[in-house]
């Protein structure tokens, strides 16, 4: 599934995905031998390729001819494509998608080969051996699309509320492919509860060769119901592109009027201020691998509201386009951040790191623009943020960010205690904290600590203040006499006195659990994780409940969304 609504209607594309490919290891004890496999899917899956962490090759072949869009949703995790033989496109992390356009393609059948590489090296510095699996494979969609001379790249909308009601200050943006002039008209309608057809026309538009050309327009639109979790309104924008009055392209997108702000400590969501009741979630599935089908990330999201959430956090990195899509849906609010989790200093100074790291920034927040459920952008997870050679990389990210929105709050999620000189930067103050796991500290004690130091220490003091992990380990079905650490007794009471504590924290303006399910982890952290996982779900990886479900439930079932 590439989006859970139709992207065009004009545009002829379709998934291939979704279908058997074949897929070959090169190297290790399978090297060579062919596979046919249903994608999305990772290696890792497959009967006896679970450790293998090397280059694979995923071969299909398709019938097309002119101009074809090719756009990988999320290969693990570098890319190299070749189209009958010729490489046309390279790419570098699992969780951003990337499009090719081939011009020209003569009629007939065509050969598409993916070579993914999951193997850890210096040249990868976001994807290292750490507490989550790095994946081999295709673990997103991939699409073919064919396209005129002129396409719509995309189009970014960002409702503003006025005295008059709501605008939607809306950017469309064209591609000339081309080596000729276009002159083109455009027609953009935005369609819901209460838009009487709010349609914007621009005709005689001039696309020079090879020019991108953006095309901007605030549609006021009066009567429209707000997106909030109680009530998530969606709208749709169409725009219809035009050449010699012959529809030639479309691009259909959703949006949400919504706005976030930051008031003093709150986030607020439409003037009212949040309560954020979350969980950290990783794509992880012990059949589906990061490959989670539709059906999958549905009954995460059916359990996840089933315990009283609000908001997902997408640790660490961007999310599949779908769950996304899901959270607009069903009311869930959205921390997506960029890929990064716990680089050191040293992991920081890999000349690859920052190029990658910013790289995802830019590709994810243009594809993640729309989403109404996404409410904060969050970067670098427990990275170097207590040194001077961090803190710039942060800044610079942060720059990039509200370069690219300046629509959503920023933050990153700190484990520094008190000694972050970080917190400057952002709009809202975010710490992971684990008192009663990591180490046995009165949770209110703690919060309080950390707190006050953030106020009387930092910059940033008065800022909105956001919890987002504490939770504790348990492996599912373990009981003891002792309800030792590791027991789901133990994960309960724990969870019991660090929710109650956070919760009940005026000024911390939410928590997310670390975390939804129990996932695999790296080899390499054989040691440090039971099962070589990290425990520490509500559930376990096959989604079993924990005795700690209960307890989450209750108590974020008596909270409100809001102060
Ligand atoms: C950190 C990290 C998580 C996970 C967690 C844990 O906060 O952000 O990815 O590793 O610790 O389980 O200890």
Not at 34 to 63: D, H, M, N, Q
Not at 140 to 153: A, F, G, H
Not at 280 to 298: G, I, V
């Amino acid at each position: 599934m590439i989006r859970t609504f139709d992207m065009h209607r004009v545009r002829k594309g379709r998934e291939l995905t979704e279908r058997l490919w074949e897929f070959k290891a090169c190297e290790g004890e399978h090297a060579n031998q062919v596979l046919k496999v249903a994608t999305p899917s990772c290696w890792e899956g497959y009967p006896g390729y679970a450790g293998y962490r090397g280059k694979g090759i995923y071969t299909t072949t398709f019938e097309a001819e002119g101009n074809i869009r090719l756009e990988c949703k999320g290969v693990c995790h570098t890319a190299t494509v070749y189209l009958d033989g010729k490489k046309i496109a390279e790419h570098y992390n699992a969780y951003t998608s990337f499009a090719t356009i081939v011009k020209d393609l003569p009629k007939g059948e065509h050969i598409l080969e993916i070579l993914a590489d999951n193997s850890f090296s210096e040249k990868s510095a976001l994807h290292i051996p750490n507490d989550y699996m790095s994946y081999g494979g295709i673990g997103r969609p991939v699409v073919l699309e064919t396209i005129e001379d002129v396409y719509i790249k995309n189009i970014l909308v960002t409702p503003c509320k006025t005295e008059n009601g709501w605008n939607a200050q809306v950017q469309v943006c064209l591609v000339n492919v081309s080596d000729e002039k276009h002159v083109i008209d455009l027609d953009t309608i935005l369609s819901g509860k209460g838009l009487k057809k709010e349609k914007w026309s621009k005709q005689g538009i001039v696309v020079e060769p090879k020019e991108e050309l953006v095309i901007s327009e605030s549609m006021a639109c009066k009567d429209v119901v707000e997106w909030c979790p109680e009530e998530p309104e969606l709208y749709y924008i169409t725009s219809n592109l035009y050449e010699q009055g012959v529809a030639i392209d479309d691009y259909i997108d959703r949006f949400g009027f919504r706005q976030i702000a930051i008031e003093g400590k709150k986030i607020l969501l439409n003037n009212k201020a949040l309560r954020i009741k979350g969980v950290c979630r990783h794509e992880d599935h012990p059949q589906f691998t990061c490959a989670l089908p539709y059906a999958a990330m549905a009954a995460d999201l059916q359990i996840i509201k089933d315990m009283g959430c609000n908001s997902v956090r997408t640790s660490h990195y961007p999310n599949d386009e779908v769950f996304l899509d899901l959270c607009d849906e069903e009311g869930i609010l959205v921390w997506e951040e960029n890929h990064a989790r716990g680089l050191s200093l040293e992991d920081m100074q890999n000349p690859n790191f920052e190029p990658q790291a910013e790289n995802v920034i830019r590709e994810m927040i243009p594809l993640h623009y729309n989403h109404p459920s996404i409410y904060i952008w969050g970067i670098l997870n427990e990275c170097a943020s207590d040194s001077e050679y961090g803190k710039d990389c942060y800044a610079k990210q942060f720059a990039l960010i509200k370069e690219l929105d300046p629509s959503r709050p920023r933050s990153f999620a700190s484990f520094k205690f008190k000694t972050d000189i970080c917190f400057g930067l952002p709009e809202v103050v975010s710490y992971n904290i684990y008192p009663l796991w990591y180490h046995d500290t009165p949770v209110d004690a703690y919060l309080d600590d950390l707190y006050q130091w953030v106020q009387k220490e930092t910059e940033g003091a008065g800022k909105p203040f956001l919890i987002t992990e504490v939770g504790a380990g348990a492996i599912y079905g373990y009981h003891d006499a002792y309800n030792s650490k590791w027991t789901e007794e133990y994960q309960a009471e724990a969870l019991e006195k660090q929710l109650q504590a956070i919760l009940g924290y005026d000024d911390c303006s939410g928590v997310y659990i670390w975390q939804f399910c129990d996932v695999k982890v790296s080899k390499e952290w054989f040691d440090k994780r039971p099962r070589t996982m990290n425990n520490k779900g509500i559930v376990d990886e096959y989604r079993r409940k924990k005795q700690s479900y209960e307890v989450v439930k209750n108590l974020f079932h008596s909270y409100g969304n809001y102060f």
